[in-house]
């Protein structure tokens, strides 16, 4: 059973940076993962994308400040935010499917971790 754990969150001031990271075990280059967050009252939404051959999506939100990545040698999916906003206040969520495409429909995938907060004041 492949595991997602999540790390790098943090409480940071509006304008700042954030890497999240996710843990991949065990990792398969097969694997599309992406990330999404869970606002407070908020319904759980896709984030960004990475498709196997490095292929990737955002959401309209992203506006270009959040940047995903993955290192197939470290076995890692990171998440660099800049220029967070407070609306960025959200568990941020890793997520891992065999899939032949890019997803930011969080019914796609099967395989998620437990999240790490991540915390935006003014």
């Known amino acids: 059973q492949v595991q997602l754990v999540e790390s790098g969150g943090d409480s940071v001031q509006a304008g700042g940076s954030l890497r999240l990271s996710c843990a991949v075990s065990?990792?398969?280059?097969?694997?599309?993962m992406a990330w999404f967050r869970q606002g407070p009252g908020k319904e759980r939404e896709g984030v960004a994308s990475?498709?196997?051959?490095?292929?990737?999506s955002y959401g309209d939100f992203v506006e270009g400040r959040f940047t995903i990545s993955k290192d197939n040698a470290r076995q890692t999916l990171y998440l660099q935010m800049n220029s967070l906003k407070p609306e960025d206040t959200a568990m941020y969520y890793c997520a891992a499917a065999y899939l032949s495409f890019r997803s930011l429909d969080q019914s796609d995938y099967d395989l998620w971790g437990h999240g790490t907060q991540v915390t935006v004041s003014y």
């Open positions: 990475i498709r196997t051959d490095g292929e990737t």
């Open positions: 065990p990792y398969s280059n097969g694997l599309v």
